[in-house]
């Protein structure tokens, strides 16, 4: 195994939570991530070694989400449903409530536009400098910033909407 796979497979959290973040499906979001990957692997000479492997993978995924996407809306299909949640069985009322809290912010992320959904994830979930996700995402850091401060006041407004 290469040292660029093995930075790959360090990846994976990262890359998972960011794809959970677009699709907000989890089939979605595992088949988001495999096709990241893939696409990296056949793609590995062009990724500049000394260059951030996380920028490059994420600016991967954000293009597969896109053709994903175009490719759904050309074909008139709209996303499967959610499958019923895995998580079952757990105990414990401080369990239950941090995944229902979950489940309200992924469903907030949800609701947002994909421009802010992506900006938020980039730099609140990944925790990326704005001008390392505005490079991801191929856009000045203006409108990195513009899209990051909606996000981030459409979801505080549905939280706050959100019963307790």
Known sequence: MTDFQREIIALLPRLRRLARALAAN????????QLTVERAL???GQWRPGSRLDSWM???MKNAWIDETRGRVRQSRIFAPEEEREHVGTDG?????ARLELRDVEAAMGRLPDDQRVAVAL?????MSYREAAEVLQVPEGTLTSRLVRGRAALMSQLQETPQ
């Not at 009322?93 to 409530?97: D, I, L």
């Not at 730099?123 to 925790?127: A, I």
């Open 42 to 44: 056949e793609r590995a």
């Open 58 to 60: 994420f600016r991967i």
């Open 93 to 97: 009322s401080g369990a239950m409530h």
């Open 123 to 127: 730099v609140l979930v990944e925790g």
């Open 26 to 33: 989890v089939s979605d979001a595992d088949d988001l991530v």
